[in-house]
C-alpha cells in the first residue's frame, strides 16, 4: 500500500480533514502526518507522497525534502523549484506567456544586505532614476517584497512621500514597486494538478473574514480565460497546487499574486463550500500520484523546472518496515 503523509504547521483543520479524505476512498493509498526526526545521506523516506505545507518556514524541513525527492518520493511542491523561485520572475514569466499582468519594478534593498559595503555595489547606479520608475509604475502603486508572502512588509502608496516613507522602513528587504490596479472584480483561484481550478469571488478590501463575500462571479469568458491563465502559469511554474488572484480592470484580468504553493485552506478562512473543494481535490489528486508509485530521481537542472520533466518509473523502494527508534504515528 502506498502512503501519502502530509507536513504542515499551524494548520487546524486542512491537514486532518486531507487525512480523513484520503483514507475513506479506500484506494490502496494510506494519509498519515509525516514523522521525521535527524536524516541521514542514505535516508530513503517511508513516504511514497510528501504533501508539503510549512518547508518555506523551516530550513531542516526544506532540506529533508530535497533528500525525499533525491530517493523518489514525490513532494508536493517540488522542493528544488520552489527554493529557487521569487516573485519578480514570475511576473516576467507571466508576461512572456501572454498573461496581463502589473508594470513591476524590481528596486535595490534599502540597506546593504549583510556581510556588505558600499564597495559590494559598485555596478548598481546610485542614485536611481526615480522619477523614470514613478513614470512608467504610477500611483497607487504597491511596494512589497519580491519574494514575500503573509502581507508582510506591504505598503500601499499614492505619492512619492509615501512611497518613501514606506521604503525607508524595508531596511535590507530587497522589494518591487508594482502598479495599483483599480479593479472592478477580484478572483482568488485554487490550482490543483495544473488542471483543476476552483474560481472563488474575492474581495480583498472587506475585513478578512468577509473576503469570499463579494457581489461579482465570472462571466463564462472570464471564467475560462481565468481558468486557462491559471493552468498557464502553475505548468510553467511547476506548481502542482497553488492558489493565483487576478484583479480585473476593464474586462482584463491581471494576474496579481501566483507565487502560495502553501495556500491558506482554514475552513474559517476560506468557508466551507471552497474548503470542501479543496480538500476533495488535493486528495484525489495525491492518490492519483501515489498510485504510480514512486519516482526515479532525474538530474537537478533549472531547465527541467523551467520547461518541464519527464515523467519516469521505478526508483529505490522504501524501506520494508520503519526502524525501531520510528514514533508510532497519530492522526489524532
Known amino acids: 500500500m502506498e502512503t501519502v503523509a502530509v507536513l504542515f504547521g499551524m494548520e487546524q483543520t486542512f491537514p486532518p480533514a486531507l487525512v480523513e479524505a484520503i483514507n475513506r476512498r479506500g484506494a490502496d493509498v494510506r494519509a498519515e502526518f509525516v514523522q521525521v526526526g535527524g536524516v541521514t545521506l542514505e535516508?530513503?523516506?517511508?513516504?511514497?507522497?510528501?504533501?508539503?505545507?510549512?518547508?518555506?518556514?523551516?530550513?531542516?524541513?526544506?532540506?529533508?525534502?530535497?533528500?525525499?525527492?533525491?530517493?523518489?518520493?514525490?513532494?508536493?511542491?517540488?522542493?528544488?523549484?520552489?527554493?529557487?523561485?521569487?516573485?519578480?520572475?514570475?511576473?516576467?514569466?507571466?508576461?512572456?506567456?501572454?498573461v496581463a499582468v502589473p508594470k513591476t519594478v524590481l528596486l535595490p534593498h534599502k540597506q546593504h544586505p549583510p556581510n556588505t559595503t558600499g564597495q559590494s555595489m559598485r555596478n548598481l547606479i546610485y542614485p536611481l532614476n526615480w522619477e523614470e520608475i514613478f513614470n512608467y509604475v504610477g500611483f497607487p502603486s504597491w511596494l512589497k517584497p519580491f519574494d514575500g508572502g503573509g502581507w508582510r512588509h506591504v505598503y500601499k502608496v499614492n505619492s512619492?512621500?509615501?512611497?518613501?516613507?514606506?521604503?525607508?522602513q524595508t531596511g535590507?528587504?530587497?522589494?518591487?514597486?508594482?502598479?495599483?490596479?483599480?479593479?472592478?472584480?477580484?478572483?482568488?483561484?485554487?490550482?490543483?494538478?495544473?488542471?483543476y481550478v476552483h474560481i472563488m469571488p474575492y474581495e480583498p478590501r472587506n475585513p478578512h473574514h468577509l473576503r469570499y463575500v463579494a457581489p461579482f462571479a465570472p462571466s463564462p469568458e472570464m471564467h475560462a480565460r481565468?481558468?486557462?491563465?491559471?493552468?498557464?502559469?502553475?505548468?510553467?511554474?511547476?506548481?502542482?497546487?497553488?492558489?493565483?488572484?487576478?484583479?480585473?480592470?476593464?474586462?482584463?484580468?491581471?494576474?496579481?499574486?501566483?507565487m502560495n504553493p502553501?495556500?491558506?485552506?482554514?475552513?474559517?478562512?476560506?468557508?466551507?463550500?471552497?474548503?470542501?473543494?479543496?480538500?476533495?481535490?488535493?486528495?484525489?489528486?495525491?492518490?492519483?500520484?501515489?498510485?504510480?508509485?514512486r519516482a526515479k530521481p532525474e538530474e537537478y537542472r533549472w531547465s527541467q523546472f523551467l520547461f518541464g520533466?519527464?515523467?519516469?518509473?521505478?526508483?529505490?523502494?522504501?524501506?520494508?518496515?520503519?526502524?525501531?527508534?520510528?514514533?508510532?504515528?497519530?492522526?489524532k
Do not use: H
Request: charged share 25%; proline share 4%.
Open 43 to 98: 535516508e530513503i523516506s517511508q513516504y511514497t507522497v510528501i504533501i508539503d505545507r510549512i518547508s518555506q518556514d523551516i530550513p531542516f524541513y526544506r532540506s529533508m525534502l530535497k533528500n525525499a525527492v533525491l530517493n523518489g518520493t514525490r513532494v508536493i511542491n517540488n522542493p528544488f523549484w520552489w527554493t529557487a523561485d521569487d516573485k519578480f520572475f514570475n511576473y516576467a514569466l507571466a508576461k512572456k506567456l501572454g
Open 160 to 168: 512619492i512621500d509615501e512611497f518613501f516613507n514606506a521604503y525607508n
Open 226 to 258: 481565468i481558468t486557462g491563465d491559471c493552468i498557464k502559469l502553475c505548468d510553467a511554474l511547476g506548481y502542482d497546487i497553488n492558489t493565483v488572484e487576478f484583479a480585473v480592470r476593464d474586462g482584463i484580468p491581471y494576474a496579481i499574486d501566483f
Open 309 to 331: 520533466q519527464t515523467e519516469t518509473v521505478a526508483a529505490p523502494a522504501a524501506p520494508a518496515k520503519k526502524p525501531a527508534k520510528a514514533v508510532k504515528k497519530s492522526t
Open 262 to 293: 502553501a495556500p491558506d485552506a482554514e475552513a474559517t478562512s476560506v468557508g466551507d463550500e471552497n474548503f470542501q473543494w479543496f480538500v476533495e481535490t488535493v486528495a484525489t489528486y495525491a492518490i492519483n500520484e501515489a498510485l504510480k508509485g
Open 172 to 195: 535590507q528587504l530587497c522589494m518591487t514597486l508594482q502598479e495599483g490596479i483599480d479593479f472592478e472584480e477580484y478572483y482568488r483561484c485554487y490550482c490543483v494538478g495544473r488542471q
